[in-house]
């Protein structure tokens, strides 16, 4: 997180002075972390067992890249795997196992777990735009009052806002790719338009 913290301050900011590190440490505890906490608890509630392995080099690229004026965050990701071999977590009781899955057995499975990675693909992205329009709303209430809040609130809907747009690239290992996949019509409805919503916050436009 750290890294990341970093990267956001001189990025944003131009530099590390303690305001710009306190709006940037607001916004990636808020986007980062819940996201890959996002991605492990659905994965967990689907049966899967879920862990967070960082990328060394994906954390030092972040900070690079800000320093050249641009943003690659690739800090890591949710490693998922089954409790048990998949086809038998997915073979009904009452129905024989010994021989392999029967073809509709083998197509169910097919089907459910598309689906199931398609929404552990999805939690973290969701989770960065909940955020970003919860952050918002606050905004725009005023709670947040002014001064030295009310730009770490700013912050924080720019970093969420940028989380879920770079995630949702159809590219690699994002999630946009899984979620390109799986299914066309939610990326377009998700995905598209948290893309270009963001590129005018990425570019200060």
């Known amino acids: 997180m ?9 990025l944003f ?3 590390l002075d303690m305001n710009m590190i306190i709006f940037s440490t607001l916004g990636v ?6 996201h890959e906490l996002a991605h492990k608890f659905t994965a967990q509630h689907f049966g899967y067992l879920a862990e967070y ?4 080099m994906g954390l030092a690229l972040a900070v690079f890249s800000a320093f050249a004026g641009f943003l690659i965050a690739a800090p890591g990701a949710v490693m998922i ?4 071999p998949v086809l038998q977590a997915y073979i009904p009781e009452g129905l024989p196992s010994s021989n392999g899955p029967h073809p509709f057995q083998q197509e169910e499975l097919a089907s459910r777990m598309k689906r199931e990675m398609l929404l552990i693909s999805l939690a ?5 735009i909940v955020l970003a329009a919860g952050f918002f709303i606050l905004e725009m209430s005023g709670l947040a009052g002014e ?6 609130v700013g912050f924080a809907i720019s970093i969420n806002l940028i989380l879920a747009a770079f995630n949702m690239l159809p590219f690699g290992p994002l999630d946009g790719k899984k979620i390109f996949d799986a299914d066309r019509r939610i990326w377009a409805l998700v995905g598209l338009p948290a893309i270009l919503i963001a590129l005018p916050v990425y570019f200060g436009i």
């Open 53 to 56: 392995r960082a990328n060394l």
């Open 2 to 10: 750290i890294a990341l913290v970093v990267a956001f301050s001189v």
């Open 29 to 34: 505890a808020s986007g980062f972390l819940l």
């Open 13 to 15: 900011g131009g530099g």
């Open 81 to 84: 795997s089954r409790y048990r």
């Open 124 to 128: 973290g992205p969701m989770t960065n």
């Open 147 to 152: 001064g030295i809040w009310a730009h770490a």
